[in-house]
Nanobody, 114 residues
Framework: QVQLQESGPGLVKPSQTLSLTCSVS??????????WSWIRQPPGKGLEWIGS???????TYSPSLKSRTSISRDTSKNQFTLQLTSVTPEDTAVYYC??????WGQGTQVTVSS
């Protein structure tokens, strides 16, 4: 069974870049037709899709975050990463990685604060 695990710093300063990694086990991120996503949940709010990377390496992003978001992958490590630039306190959230929105990591809290 596929398992996902997020990792990265829990505290980021405003204007800096948030970088998170999702490590995948139990399946390959290049498996045909698999789509891997980043989702976040700000405190007291609902889930927000950030973007996805396909088995082919192609990416799609939320229009509201597209200008600040980059998702990439390292197939040798079976990992994919999220970079969110110019963060503000409004980017404070629990960040999740997921496969097909069916398999989720446990989530990692990221706080943007000076």
């Amino acid at each position: 069974q596929v398992q996902l695990q997020e990792s990265g710093p829990g505290l980021v300063k405003p204007s800096q870049t948030l970088s998170l990694t999702c490590s995948v086990s139990g399946d390959s991120i290049t498996t045909n037709y698999y789509y891997w996503s980043w989702i976040r949940q700000p405190p007291g709010k609902g889930l927000e899709w950030i973007g996805s990377i396909a088995y082919s390496g192609s990416t799609t992003y939320s229009p509201s975050l597209k200008s600040r978001t980059s998702i990439s992958r390292d197939t040798s490590k079976n990992q994919f990463t999220l970079q969110l630039t110019s963060v503000t306190p409004e980017d404070t959230a629990v960040y999740y990685c997921a496969l097909f929105f069916a398999y989720w990591g446990q989530g990692t809290q990221v706080t943007v604060s000076s």
